[in-house]
T-cell receptor, first 113, second 114 residues
Framework: QKEVEQDPGPLSVPEGAIVSLNCTYS??????FMWYRQYSRKGPELLMY????GNKEDGRFTAQVDKSSKYISLFIRDSQPSDSATYLC?????????????FGSGTRLQVQP | IAGITQAPTSQILAAGRRMTLRCTQD?????MYWYRQDLGLGLRLIHY???????GKGEVPDGYSVSRANTDDFPLTLASAVPSQTSVYFC?????????????FGPGTRLTVT
């Protein structure tokens, strides 16, 4: 079983829709929870991060972490065609002398104009 | 500011050949990483380096080697390429420390081993 599970999609929504992206995880040692956005044929870029449980909002994006359920979400309001990308969740824990990131496999999102 | 550069952008390589993927960063980050990205498997760590002069094995190190002679450069070498090493390779860097959470990624190298 993978430490981090993420539905690969693809997820196709009309412009203006609210998008919900999710990941589940099994390792209770994870402390930082991140969302990376990856455009086609580009490297991933950090979109948002949260520490422990709770919500964090940044413009149209909201990240939620529920450590009791081992479940994280990214919500995108008023989705735009420019949001079309693959979204990777990532989680961080301190391991053998370094902080290691474990990535989900990514969810491909297509926002239709 | 370039951030992280990788070379080549793409490469087709015959099985059994030796290949070095280059990675250079200009952010003076202590830590650097090599990942491979495969469909359905996400990003998997191959090797990492916390500081210049040190390296460590990641999740999928077999068939790959790295060196870290200085802060800026972190080359990845495939000694004898096999078709299963066909993938997109990303180099990344970050500050090293307890609270590190952000890694900065290069544009990737698409490698096909035939």
């Amino acid at each position: 079983q993978k430490e981090v599970e993420q539905d690969p999609g693809p997820l196709s929504v009309p412009e203006g829709a609210i998008v919900s992206l999710n990941c589940t995880y099994s390792n209770s040692a994870f402390q930082y929870f991140m969302w990376y956005r990856q455009y086609s044929r580009k490297g991933p870029e950090l979109l948002m991060y949260t520490y422990s449980s709770g919500n964090k909002e940044d413009g149209r994006f909201t990240a939620q972490v529920d450590k009791s359920s081992k479940y994280i979400s990214l919500f995108i309001r008023d989705s735009q065609p420019s949001d079309s990308a693959t979204y990777l969740c990532a989680m961080s824990a301190w391991r053998t002398g370094r902080r290691a990131l474990t990535f989900g496999s990514g969810t491909r999102l297509q926002v239709q104009p | 500011i370039a951030g992280i550069t990788q070379a080549p952008t793409s490469q087709i390589l015959a099985a059994g050949r030796r290949m070095t993927l280059r990675c250079t960063q200009d952010m003076r980050h202590n830590a650097m990483y090599w990942y491979r990205q495969d469909l359905g498997l996400g990003l998997r760590l191959i090797h990492y380096s916390n500081t210049a002069g040190t390296t460590g094995k990641g999740e999928v190190p077999d068939g790959y080697s790295v060196s870290r002679a200085n802060t800026d450069d972190f080359p990845l070498t495939l000694a004898s390429a096999v078709p299963s090493q066909t993938s997109v390779y990303f180099c990344a860097s970050s500050e090293y420390g307890q609270e590190v959470y952000e890694q900065y990624f290069g544009p990737g190298t698409r490698l096909t081993v035939t």
